[in-house]
């Protein structure tokens, strides 16, 4: 079954595109040039996150973008507007970072996977959302940067997802020069997981995507939550906590019909329980 839909949040402008098909919903960040992750970008990406939490009809979801350009990080006219405010505008500047902070702890903790579908330059808070995401594929002509050095404002927050995913010297580069690095360089400080040419992106991601959403729902929400949350944890802590986790998830239908069916060599049939 197909759905196509455009989300609009009151009356706001649809600055997110939505498309569920066969398990994989895609959300387009639909703001070009810049895709800036403005309060409203962010309040309806937000609700995006949150809805597919709760639709069992979604198993995975890509974030994508209309346009020559992923994401170009926070709209700076938006924040620089505020300085005329009492306060110089630091309720809002404190409202946007935690609010974007907000929507990259729920890709996190999203019980469902999401891919970043990557064309063209992802900067700032832009590559901290490709960072954020289980896995990334992009062209093989996408850049991604953190600028913020540049302009005086230190890419803090955008540092959190990069230093988890790129390894700690390769973030720090990012971090200190502010310069961009290309999808090859980017692959290889693990920002990203594919690159392709720009004619098959979205070809290789919907089979990225369609492989995963062939998964046990309750598998891959059990496998990305455990992933996490070992991830921080001493070496005797983590396998302590996945020993567990494995124990608790051979109790579950999904285990035991996908054991079942491997041996009796047929497809399995997932009830999500």
């Not at 990557?118 to 960072?131: F, N």
């Not at 290309?182 to 919907?206: C, H, M, Q, W």
């Not at 051979?250 to 069916?261: C, F, L, P, S, T």
């Amino acid at each position: 079954m197909s759905q196509a839909t455009a989300t609009d949040i009151q009356d706001s402008p649809v600055l997110i595109m939505r498309h569920l098909a066969d398990g994989v919903l895609r959300l387009t960040l639909n703001n070009p040039p810049a895709n800036a992750l403005s309060i409203a970008m962010l309040e309806q990406l937000n609700a995006e996150l949150d809805a597919a939490r709760e639709d069992h009809d979604v198993r995975v979801v890509v974030i994508a973008a209309a346009g020559s350009l992923f994401c170009a990080g926070h709209d700076l006219k938006e924040l620089n507007g505020h300085r005329g405010d009492d306060d110089r505008g630091r309720a809002f500047f404190e409202k946007t970072m935690r609010l974007c902070s907000h929507v990259m702890m729920l890709i996190t903790g999203l019980p469902k996977p999401v891919i970043a579908e990557v064309d063209g330059l992802a900067t700032a808070a832009g590559c901290q959302l490709v960072a954020t995401c289980d896995l990334a594929i992009c062209t093989d002509t996408s850049t991604f940067c953190t600028p913020g050095v540049n302009i005086g404002l230190f890419c803090s927050t955008p540092m959190v997802a990069i230093s988890r995913a790129a390894h700690r010297k390769q973030a720090m580069e990012m971090l200190l020069t502010g310069e961009p690095v290309d999808a090859s360089t980017a692959k290889e400080f693990g920002l990203v997981n594919r690159i392709v040419p720009k004619e098959y992106l979205r070809t290789v991601t919907d089979k990225y995507a369609s492989v995963i959403a062939s998964k046990s729902p309750l598998t891959l929400k059990i496998g990305k939550e455990a992933f996490y949350q070992q991830i921080e944890r001493p070496l005797d802590e983590a396998y302590e906590y996945t020993a567990w986790v494995m124990a608790e998830n051979m109790m579950a239908r999904d285990a035991e019909e996908g054991i079942n069916a491997f041996l009796e060599k047929r497809d399995p049939k997932w009830s999500g329980r």
